[in-house]
């Protein structure tokens, strides 16, 4: 796999409640979450009110951007354009350090393997102006 990406991916939908995490995304390659000042968990999706304890006082901080594979599956056929000319594309449910989880897309490199259990992390500044999502790598 080459992990070559075309230009003409589709843009996320940017709602006032996500609009804060797509921006960082974009403009620094990092990824934020919405933690709760009422009961200090981290939560993600985006949203307006904390789903733990109803809490509205939520704020952004950065996140490590490390985590762990809990479940992954790897689509070889049957993507739609442009992601088609990129299979197989890893799309694998990750842990994150912050104590959430969310499904992201992670690039398989020739000779790396995605597997449950594995460490990911945030493709880089570089890399992430390309990719309309937070989108994660294997760590090593
Ligand atoms: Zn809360």
């Excluded at 890893?90 to 259990?117: F, H, K, P, Q, T």
Aim: proline share 9%; glycine share 8%.
């Amino acid at each position: 796999m080459t992990n070559e990406v075309s230009a003409a991916y589709p843009e996320a939908r940017v709602t006032p409640d996500n609009a804060p995490m797509l921006k960082r995304w974009r403009e620094a390659g990092e990824l934020v979450l919405q933690h709760c000042e009422g009961c200090g968990k981290a939560v993600f999706y985006p949203r307006p009110v904390c789903p733990h304890c109803w809490s509205d006082r939520l704020v952004w901080r950065p996140a490590s951007g490390k985590g762990t594979v809990v479940s992954f599956s790897v689509i070889h056929r049957g993507l739609p354009a442009p992601f088609d000319a990129e299979a197989p594309i890893g799309l694998a449910e990750i842990a994150l350090e912050e104590g959430i989880s969310m499904i992201a897309r992670v690039l398989v490199a020739d000779g790396e393997e995605l597997e449950s259990g594995a460490g990911v992390a945030l493709v880089g500044k570089a890399d992430a102006a390309r990719f309309p999502l937070p989108t994660f790598r294997i760590a090593r």
